[in-house]
């Protein structure tokens, strides 16, 4: 026979850590999708048109170029500033930004969440938050940018034109940032970094 389970303090923990992770996988399941650029934000958009596109670019390095090593775990100078265009600003009631990493073994990191961003803003200076702006957790259960480390890793800098600004309050969940985002996208963008220089 085996042993049963313990239902005590301990065995609450190891549930609720469980679940914890259960959460971090789905919303990174969403964040995958999001980035990929097709499914739920899509499909759960606010408006039942084709998302508009956004131009997302960076004095420091072009798309599929580097990511600067002064951005990384290895640097001093926090996030890279980031420029945006094409907001449509009859619709757009904010603006939220996503870090994220794939590796080579397909599995997703979150390194930033930030949201409530004036849609009227078309910038970000370099190690610098908004006035205004939240930043959520993110996969590693901190709020703010998380510099990436791993080398060979393909780094995502998403932007999202929002219908609405999301009722989360600073340190919101991975997951329900996540999830808000993906349902009130009406534009996104990306600058992606092919590795760490």
Avoid at 42 to 52: A, I, W
Avoid at 92 to 108: H, R
Avoid at 131 to 152: E, F, H, I, N, W
Wanted: include cysteine; proline fraction near 8%.
């Amino acid at each position: 026979m085996g042993q049963r389970r313990k239902s005590g303090p301990a065995g609450r923990a190891g549930h609720e850590g469980r679940a914890a992770a259960n959460a971090a996988v789905a919303a990174l399941a969403v964040l995958a999708t999001m980035s990929a650029g097709c499914g739920i934000v899509g499909v759960g958009s606010p408006t039942d048109r084709p998302l508009d596109t956004l131009s997302v670019s960076s004095p420091r390095f072009r798309d599929e170029a580097p990511l600067p090593v002064d951005y990384s775990c290895s640097g001093q100078e926090g996030n890279p500033p980031l420029r945006w265009s094409g907001v449509p600003q009859k619709q757009a009631k904010s603006i939220a930004l996503v870090v994220d990493a794939n590796n080579p073994q397909g599995a997703a990191e979150v390194h930033w969440v930030l949201f409530n961003i004036d849609p009227r803003t078309t910038e970000l200076a370099q190690d610098s938050v908004p006035r205004g702006a939240l930043q959520g957790l993110t996969s590693m259960g901190k709020v703010g940018y998380s510099p990436p480390c791993r080398p060979d890793d393909t780094y995502r800098f998403s932007v999202y034109a929002l219908d609405a600004m999301l009722d989360l309050k600073e340190g919101a969940p991975l997951r329900d940032t996540m999830e808000r985002i993906a349902s009130r996208t009406i534009a996104r963008g990306r600058l992606s970094a092919a590795h760490i220089e």
